[in-house]
């Protein structure tokens, strides 16, 4: 049977950790009645107040369209609103509602109680090392594919 020759290595972990670490969030949030994307986009919202649609749909690698429809049931459950983009009128900028306020803070929760479990054992130098290794790794990379956006 063809196999890889690629051995499996850092990148390779870097990519299972990811999602184990989604798989673990979406397990303590199944109480929240979202989709892994709906909690992936309040996320990213969360972090970049007045994010377009398009850009949103770049971080979570999704289809533009499939964010419009993202948007569209988080903007019925009164989560998030559509902002006229001042500078482009074809575009929106989305933002967080105040009604969002206890629904962030749950995933706030959940996300340090996977960090938790995520980094037990692990001391504090080496989470601190880790960190540091990581934004390398993220720095080259983003040089590698997005030398323009730096």
């Known amino acids: 049977m063809p196999q890889s020759r690629v051995p499996v290595g850092p990148t390779s972990l870097i990519v299972e950790l990811a999602r184990l670490i989604r ?3 979406g397990e303590r949030a199944e109480h929240l009645d979202l989709t892994q994307s709906q909690w992936r ?18 971080k979570l690698e999704v289809h533009p369209v499939s964010v ?19 500078m482009d009128r074809r575009a ?6 105040n009604e969002c306020i206890p629904l962030l803070e749950e995933m706030d929760a959940i996300a340090i109680a996977t960090r938790e ?5 692990v001391t504090d130098e080496e ?3 880790l960190e540091v290794l990581l934004r390398r790794i993220r720095h080259n990379l983003r040089q590698s594919i997005e030398p323009d956006e730096l």
């Open 23 to 25: 798989k673990d969030f």
């Open 41 to 58: 986009a309040l996320y990213q919202i969360s972090h970049h107040p007045g994010i377009s649609q398009v850009k949103l749909a770049e």
């Open 68 to 86: 419009t429809q993202l948007v569209d049931r988080l903007v019925k459950s009164g989560w998030v609103i559509r902002e006229p983009d001042p």
């Open 92 to 97: 929106v900028r989305l933002q967080l509602t």
């Open 117 to 121: 479990v995520v980094l037990d054992g």
């Open 127 to 129: 989470r601190a090392q």
